[in-house]
């Protein structure tokens, strides 16, 4: 008995108990069905089978849900069981030929799919099946039946439309399948498969204006499609239109905090402005973080960028107990213990990593390095041997090494020869050089060590400890004003107290009043160095006679070149909404040039006079003009900051007596004040100037500075 005999006529025998079991089952395979339990679905439907083993119905179903469980043996029992059913059905065949499609037996499917179309010639079912196959197999043949089904069903015909543009893709034909695409998308428009597949056409044709035209269209369907919009983006870098890439990764970002596409552009774009911050915020949303170490440490090297050092050794240590035994991850965990000023778990984890893999040659370098600044000197030092061992011509290792045992008086000769080899394989590198003259130095060949930390100091101005040990061996030399500038350097070049400025202090003593004054011009000179150009997006602020305003500006500067010809010039033009200019401000070798102001009760004369004053103090600091100005006399107080008087201005120096800190350019009370100082090369760039006198103050802030600046003069120091 068949579940078809279930419609019968009130009067008809009740039903037998193996039918009511075959309902039962078939209910409860329909139910799981619903909730998408596949293989549930499945075993209820062979249960229903069983009790009423000759429904072609029952096994119909069954055959479908073990294809959609994944079951492929399974279905083609079915299918073979159905087709001995129902020998002569059409449908038979075109199951058994969809569970050997979907084994990939080709041939065997085909022939069903050939059986169910003689039984059936005008099944849509078969001939959008069979079209599908051919179209791998032969697909010439594929386009006959597949245009003869749109011949027969015109307004049913998107899924052939479908198949033939598959096959005009596969071979070549993208005019073709475009059209096709087309035509399937006129009689259903809102076919997601069929827009994927226009767009993924123009792509291939490379017509990208006309994919994000599609994708866009897919987007009008399905608004919140982040993986649609990330697609948008990419084409939109790929032109290089980088705003637009940017909007697209950005609203995807919105829709969804997690997505790892826009999680990632977005992190790696912040990380090409050098915004390491915005890189470590976009990134640590991704939900690939989950899954994926390397991602991990890229977010602990932005928040590391960033200065977010506790953060990153935070995301190392969760990832570290994630993938306890990636060797990676332990490693750079030891790197941020260490700079954390954690060494002891540095070592324990370094130790770890080289354990499970000796041959890790940065584990065992950052180990030995860990030791030295520990002072296990004898643990350290047979780290560094073994890495030379591995490698002889390892420079960084040598100069290490070298230096590390110079540093403590130990070993000097070999020391020296560790170091030399450095030199040698890489003699461009200062820090060899600082090495190389410091180890000269403890030897007590100070003529030597001098001359190559001169060296390394060009080469590497804005390292403080070179600077250091050039005052140490020019002191020794017997060249003391040249030493105190060097300490001088160094102490500048660092916030924090340096033994170098307490050498300074000390050997200032030596000098006289006279001499003083000229060595700190000379200093002051070579610290803030000689502009050749600059220019400034600004932001300036101020207040006078009692009004504030804040206005955008630019500030540019050009040098002559020629110390002391005061030819320079230097603008400021105050800018207005959409860069409207305002007022300008120019001082060059012509004269000073000033748009007219007025300010309620205050003098215009004197305005114009006081940043006329201003303006010439300004382009003589960064021209390097107010440092060769004599005489120059050297002053300090009982409880006040340090100063100069030189050419008849006062310049002001910060509480270390390293920077100067204002200037005044006469006997008034103007005065320009430095601030927020950039170091660049070796040389102080300050980013804030204030002018300041009474009744007014103005200051401007510069921002994407950029500039050049003049080779240092000789000055023959002693």
């Given at each position: 008995?068949?579940?078809a005999a279930?419609?019968?006529?009130?009067?008809?025998a009740?039903?037998?108990?193996s039918?009511?079991?075959?309902?039962?089952?078939?209910?409860?395979?329909?139910?799981?069905?619903?909730?998408?339990?596949?293989?549930?679905?499945?075993?209820?439907?062979?249960?229903?089978?069983?009790?009423?083993?000759?429904?072609?119905?029952?096994?119909?179903?069954?055959?479908?849900?073990?294809?959609?469980?994944?079951?492929?043996?399974?279905?083609?029992?079915?299918?073979?069981?159905?087709?001995?059913?129902?020998?002569?059905?059409?449908?038979?065949?075109?199951?058994?030929?969809?569970?050997?499609?979907?084994?990939?037996?080709?041939?065997?499917?085909?022939?069903?799919?050939?059986?169910?179309?003689?039984?059936?010639?005008?099944?849509?079912?078969?001939?959008?099946?069979?079209?599908?196959?051919?179209?791998?197999?032969?697909?010439?043949?594929?386009?006959?039946?597949?245009?003869?089904?749109?011949?027969?069903?015109?307004?049913?015909?998107?899924?052939?439309?479908?198949?033939?543009?598959?096959?005009?893709?596969?071979?070549?034909?993208?005019?073709?399948?475009?059209?096709q695409?087309?035509?399937?998308?006129?009689?259903?428009?809102?076919?997601?498969?069929?827009?994927?597949?226009?767009?993924?056409?123009?792509?291939?044709?490379?017509d990208?204006?006309?994919?994000?035209?599609?994708?866009?269209?897919?987007?009008?369907?399905?608004?919140?499609?982040?993986?649609?919009?990330?697609?948008?983006?990419e084409?939109?870098?790929?032109?290089?239109?980088?705003?637009?890439?940017?909007a697209?990764?950005?609203?995807?970002?919105?829709?969804?905090?997690?997505?790892?596409?826009?999680?990632?552009?977005?992190?790696?774009?912040?990380?090409?402005?050098?915004?390491?911050?915005?890189?470590?915020?976009?990134?640590?949303?991704?939900?690939?973080?989950?899954?994926?170490?390397?991602l991990?440490?890229?977010?602990?090297?932005?928040?590391?960028?960033?200065?977010?050092?506790?953060e990153?050794?935070?995301?190392?240590?969760a990832?570290?107990?994630?993938?306890?035994?990636?060797?990676?991850?332990?490693?750079?965990?030891?790197l941020?213990?260490?700079d954390?000023?954690?060494?002891?778990?540095?070592?324990?984890?370094?130790?770890?990593?080289?354990?499970?893999?000796?041959?890790?040659?940065?584990?065992?370098?950052?180990?030995?390095?860990?030791?030295?600044?520990?002072?296990?000197?004898?643990?350290?030092?047979?780290?560094?041997?073994?890495?030379?061992?591995?490698?002889?011509?390892?420079?960084?290792?040598?100069?290490?090494?070298?230096?590390?045992l110079?540093?403590?008086?130990?070993?000097?000769p070999?020391?020296?020869?560790?170091?030399?080899?450095?030199?040698?394989?890489?003699?461009?590198?200062?820090?060899?050089?600082?090495?190389?003259?410091?180890?000269?130095?403890?030897?007590?060949?100070?003529?030597?060590?001098?001359?190559?930390l001169?060296?390394?100091?060009?080469?590497?101005?804005?390292?403080?400890?070179?600077?250091?040990?050039?005052?140490?061996?020019?002191?020794?030399?017997?060249?003391?004003?040249?030493?105190?500038?060097?300490?001088?350097?160094?102490?500048?070049?660092?916030?924090?107290?340096?033994?170098?400025?307490r050498?300074?202090?000390?050997?200032?003593g030596?000098?006289?009043?006279?001499?003083?004054?000229?060595?700190?011009?000379?200093?002051?000179?070579?610290?803030?160095?000689?502009?050749?150009?600059?220019?400034?997006?600004?932001?300036?602020?101020?207040?006078?006679?009692?009004?504030?305003?804040?206005?955008?500006?630019?500030?540019?500067?050009?040098?002559?070149?020629?110390?002391?010809?005061?030819?320079?010039?230097?603008?400021?033009?105050?800018?207005?909404?959409?860069?409207?200019?305002?007022?300008?401000?120019?001082?060059?070798?012509?004269?000073?040039?000033?748009?007219?102001?007025?300010?309620?009760?205050?003098?215009?004369?004197?305005?114009?006079?006081?940043?006329?004053?201003?303006?010439?103090?300004?382009?003589?600091?960064?021209?390097?003009?107010?440092?060769?100005?004599?005489?120059?006399?050297?002053?300090?107080g009982?409880?006040?900051?340090?100063?100069?008087e030189?050419?008849?201005?006062?310049?002001?120096?910060?509480?270390?007596?390293?920077?100067?800190?204002?200037?005044?350019?006469?006997?008034?009370?103007?005065?320009?004040?430095?601030?927020?100082?950039?170091?660049?090369?070796?040389?102080?760039?300050?980013?804030?100037?204030s002018?300041?006198?009474?009744?007014?103050?103005?200051?401007?802030?510069?921002?994407?500075?950029?500039?050049?600046?003049?080779?240092?003069?000789?000055?023959?120091?002693?």
């Amino acid at each position: 008995m068949t579940l078809a005999a279930a419609i019968v006529p009130v009067w008809a025998a009740p039903p037998t108990e193996s039918f009511k079991s075959a309902q039962r089952y078939f209910l409860r395979a329909t139910l799981s069905e619903h909730r998408g339990d596949y293989a549930g679905a499945l075993e209820a439907y062979e249960a229903a089978l069983v009790a009423d083993p000759d429904s072609a119905y029952i096994c119909g179903r069954a055959v479908d849900m073990a294809l959609e469980a994944g079951n492929l043996d399974q279905g083609l029992r079915l299918a073979q069981r159905l087709v001995a059913i129902e020998p002569k059905s059409a449908k038979a065949q075109l199951a058994l030929g969809r569970v050997l499609w979907a084994r990939g037996d080709a041939a065997a499917a085909q022939a069903a799919f050939a059986a169910a179309l003689k039984l059936d010639p005008h099944s849509s079912e078969t001939m959008l099946s069979l079209g599908g196959l051919l179209g791998e197999r032969a697909p010439d043949q594929a386009r006959e039946l597949l245009n003869r089904f749109i011949h027969d069903n015109p307004d049913s015909a998107a899924e052939a439309h479908y198949q033939l543009a598959k096959i005009d893709f596969e071979t070549g034909r993208l005019d073709s399948a475009v059209a096709q695409l087309k035509a399937g998308i006129a009689l259903e428009p809102e076919s997601l498969p069929l827009h994927y597949a226009l767009a993924q056409a123009y792509e291939t044709r490379t017509d990208t204006e006309a994919a994000i035209s599609t994708y866009r269209s897919i987007l009008e369907l399905d608004p919140s499609n982040v993986a649609l919009i990330d697609r948008i983006g990419e084409l939109r870098q790929a032109q290089g239109r980088l705003e637009e890439a940017r909007a697209q990764f950005e609203e995807a970002h919105r829709l969804q905090r997690s997505d790892p596409v826009s999680c990632l552009w977005l992190a790696a774009d912040a990380e090409s402005q050098g915004d390491w911050g915005r890189a470590a915020d976009d990134l640590k949303t991704s939900a690939a973080l989950a899954d994926d170490p390397l991602l991990n440490q890229r977010l602990s090297y932005y928040a590391t960028q960033a200065g977010r050092l506790e953060e990153a050794v935070r995301i190392l240590e969760a990832a570290h107990a994630r993938w306890p035994g990636d060797d990676q991850i332990d490693y750079y965990l030891a790197l941020g213990y260490d700079d954390l000023k954690a060494p002891e778990k540095a070592l324990k984890l370094l130790r770890q990593v080289l354990a499970l893999k000796p041959d890790f040659r940065d584990a065992r370098y950052q180990l030995a390095a860990c030791l030295e600044r520990l002072n296990q000197m004898e643990e350290s030092e047979r780290e560094f041997r073994l890495l030379l061992v591995d490698k002889p011509d390892d420079a960084s290792a040598l100069n290490y090494l070298g230096y590390s045992l110079a540093d403590r008086g130990r070993k000097l000769p070999e020391a020296e020869r560790l170091i030399r080899e450095a030199v040698r394989l890489s003699p461009a590198e200062p820090a060899y050089l600082d090495s190389l003259g410091w180890v000269l130095y403890k030897q007590g060949r100070s003529t030597e060590a001098a001359a190559q930390l001169e060296l390394a100091a060009r080469r590497s101005p804005e390292d403080a400890t070179v600077w250091d040990h050039l005052g140490d061996a020019l002191a020794a030399a017997g060249r003391p004003q040249a030493a105190w500038r060097a300490w001088k350097r160094a102490e500048a070049l660092t916030e924090t107290p340096l033994a170098a400025g307490r050498k300074a202090a000390k050997l200032q003593g030596r000098f006289t009043a006279e001499e003083m004054g000229p060595l700190y011009l000379a200093y002051l000179a070579e610290a803030h160095g000689r502009l050749a150009k600059l220019s400034a997006v600004c932001r300036v602020v101020g207040e006078a006679g009692g009004q504030r305003f804040s206005y955008d500006g630019l500030l540019t500067f050009r040098g002559s070149g020629k110390p002391g010809s005061r030819q320079g010039e230097l603008s400021l033009d105050l800018l207005g909404p959409l860069f409207v200019p305002l007022l300008r401000v120019r001082l060059g070798g012509d004269g000073f040039v000033m748009d007219a102001i007025r300010v309620a009760g205050l003098d215009p004369g004197l305005i114009r006079q006081a940043v006329e004053g201003m303006f010439v103090s300004l382009r003589d600091y960064l021209s390097g003009d107010l440092f060769i100005a004599q005489p120059a006399l050297y002053r300090k107080g009982w409880w006040w900051k340090p100063w100069l008087e030189a050419g008849g201005r006062r310049l002001d120096l910060d509480a270390q007596g390293a920077r100067l800190a204002a200037l005044t350019p006469g006997p008034g009370p103007q005065r320009l004040v430095l601030g927020d100082f950039r170091k660049v090369e070796g040389r102080l760039v300050p980013r804030r100037v204030s002018f300041q006198g009474p009744g007014y103050v103005l200051t401007i802030r510069l921002d994407q500075l950029k500039f050049e600046f003049l080779p240092e003069m000789d000055r023959g120091a002693k």
